[in-house]
């Protein structure tokens, strides 16, 4: 069973950037595509990035601020945000699933999920 543990949210003022972390741990973190997405109250989980063979991809509301890469040597992935604007605060989930190959941007592709953490960024 993979389990997948996030860090680095918090608190950043807009325009600020903030870095965050993946472990994963328990599967074979080389053969996994891997993304992140945000869930904003009252709103439902929407993509924001994945990686996988064949590169990044990102969604319209990210793209040219957010990063995602991972570290394969140390079962790693991560989103580098910067110019972050008010409306990226939400809670963010990293996720895994099984086929490198296959880009998915909707939750239910996913097969692992990390218990997600909180991003605010003030005005």
């Known amino acids: 069973q993979v389990q997948l543990v996030e860090s680095g949210g918090g608190l950043v003022q807009a325009g600020g950037s903030l870095r965050l972390s993946c472990a994963a741990s328990?599967?074979?973190?080389?053969?996994?595509?891997l993304g992140w997405f945000r869930q904003a109250p009252g709103k439902e989980r929407e993509f924001v990035a994945a990686?996988?063979?064949?590169?990044?991809y990102y969604a319209d509301s990210v793209k040219g601020r957010f990063a995602i890469s991972r570290d394969n040597a140390k079962n790693t992935f991560y989103l580098h945000m910067k110019t972050l604007k008010p409306e990226d605060t939400a809670v963010y989930y990293c996720?895994?699933?099984?086929?490198?190959?296959?880009?998915?941007?909707?939750?239910?592709?996913?097969?692992?999920w990390g218990q997600g953490t909180q991003v605010t960024v003030s005005s």
């Open positions: 996720a895994a699933q099984r086929h490198i190959w296959r880009l998915s941007t909707t939750s239910v592709e996913y097969d692992y």
């Open positions: 328990g599967g074979t973190f080389s053969s996994y595509a």
């Open positions: 990686i996988t063979l064949s590169g990044a």
